[in-house]
């Protein structure tokens, strides 16, 4: 089976390759990997305060599922919401590029990818209100 | 006493069922040099070994040059010949695991019961962020063709591999251990494999 044009397309022109500043409040970071090959994918998101993804970018190294996959998961998650991130399955990455099913992992990498991000961002947010308002409790 | 040891035993001071001669390997009688078949048995068994991850490398290597000698092909006419070519295909892939103190404590894990690298993922987030952080400097090192920096890496790869190989052996002597114990040695076996990736960047 040939690889579809999305899938090479992301590969051979991946967007938004690159790095966001770690310490930025405003900025989350998910490292995460695969045992099975060694492949390593980081996968950063940047939110305004209203929670809107501005922005995200990706290193990963790895197969050219993998950096395709991861590609395309930064493109899907720019301009949602941080929750609606979340929603991001890995079927729906397998499906748009016609992952074989070998490379089932590597989109399996990319949700857990997103997922990664979105909960340091998560950790970072919580830590910064714990640290504002440690005398009234957060109102959930 | 357990029961894996208990067979071990047996696997070692099997007698052959042809001519009740004492055989060094349940595949092959030294005395009459009759072939066994030896599906289903462990790695360990078939060399003649304890299921255990300490094992002396030198025996290794003479049990298995031993064994191999008696069961090859060349000494086993028509009747015997394709049991003899899969005893050695067997012996083979017994040496081949059993030799490497990696593959043996993955292996042995597996033999006991897992977790397996399917089971159990996990890998320290600071493995991630180091594989993560060489692979890029290996990467711009790359471009502007800078071999002090690369063989820079080349040296914290090989300091992280031996660091992570001391702890492995450390945690599989141990076996068959505690559920701790093994879920610790699969997350230094898985990652192991990260490290071991960046060689063939490098």
Known sequence: ?140 | MTAEADKSKQAVTVKCASCNGPMSSPAFCDHCRNLYPADGLSHFELLGFEPSYDIDNQALRQKYLQVSRGVHPDHHGESGSSLSLRLSAQLNEANRILSDPVLRAEYLLELLGGPSAAQDRSVPPEVLSTTLMLREEIQEAGVTGDNAVLNDCRTRVRECLAVLLATISDLAVQLPGDDDLRSELRTALNSVKYYQRLFDVL
């Open chain 1, 1 to 140: 089976m040939a690889y579809n044009n999305k899938l090479i397309d992301h590969f051979q022109n991946p967007r938004n390759v690159g790095s966001l500043d770690r310490d930025d409040p405003n900025v989350g970071t998910g490292i995460v990997g695969a045992p099975e090959c060694g492949d390593v994918m980081k996968l950063q998101i940047q939110v305004d305060d209203n929670d809107n993804i501005i922005d995200a970018k990706f290193k990963t190294f790895g197969c050219g599922s993998a950096i395709a996959s991861s590609s395309l998961a930064t493109e899907w998650i720019k301009g949602r919401k941080l929750d609606e991130a979340l929603e991001i399955k890995n079927t729906d990455i397998v499906q748009e590029l016609a992952l074989p099913p070998v490379k089932i992992h590597c989109s399996v990498l990319a949700e857990d990818a997103v997922r990664a991000a979105v909960a340091d961002l998560k950790a970072k947010a919580a830590r910064k209100k714990q640290e504002n308002t440690e005398a009234a409790p957060a109102a959930q």
